[in-house]
């Protein structure tokens, strides 16, 4: 089994800065990619930014120079430093993995969201 745990999400005012990060655990053999989606009320889960274990980085239009995705693969964590943040950006924050497990079978994994609102 695969567990993955969020953390740093909360309350920021327009054009604050937020840190997310994400710990994976379990029977990881291998963990070949690691990312964020986002989902806003009413609207559908989106992809953030992804990177995947060969450095293969990939961004949201939207967030393209203002968010930064980075990896702990010693310790199977994902961060995202967000800046500048917009109203826009207010959502359910998800992190997602694809993981090997022990098995030696291949699948997404998704966290159980953080909050993130931006706001004066």
């Known amino acids: 089994q695969v567990e993955l745990v969020e953390s740093g999400g909360g309350l920021v005012q327009p054009g604050g800065s937020l840190r997310l990060g994400c710990a994976a655990s379990g029977s990881i053999l291998s963990i070949n990619a690691m990312g964020w989606y986002r989902q806003a009320p009413g609207k559908q889960r989106e992809l953030v930014a992804a990177?995947?274990?060969?450095?293969?980085?990939n961004y949201a239009d939207s967030v393209k120079g203002r968010f930064t995705i980075s990896r702990d693969n010693a310790d199977n964590k994902v961060y995202l430093q967000m800046n500048s943040l917009k109203s826009e950006d207010t959502a359910v924050y998800y992190c997602?993995?694809?993981?090997?497990?022990?098995?030696?079978?291949?699948?997404?994994?998704w966290g159980q969201g953080t909050q993130v609102t931006v706001s004066s």
């Open positions: 990177k995947t274990s060969d450095g293969s980085t």
């Open positions: 997602n993995a694809l993981i090997t497990t022990w098995d030696f079978r291949e699948s997404y994994y």
